[in-house]
């Protein structure tokens, strides 16, 4: 991996599994969505392949 490469992955960190503690990025998100509390997503975990909510890190 690139430096470039390793600085977009860090800066598009979603946050971890709550299951497996996975990194999720925005790559593996299913569904995005607005709350009044600001943005909440829906990802695939690549390592359990669950869906969750990321936790933040």
Do not use: F, I, W
Not at 14 to 31: A, F, I, K, Q, Y
């Amino acid at each position: 991996m690139t430096s470039d490469e390793n600085a977009n992955a860090n800066t598009d960190s979603l946050g971890d599994c709550p299951h497996c503690e996975t990194m999720l990025s925005r790559r593996h998100v299913l569904v995005e969505y607005e709350t009044a509390a600001g943005q909440k997503h829906y990802a695939e975990c690549p390592q359990c392949q669950d869906v969750v909510r990321p936790q933040p890190e």
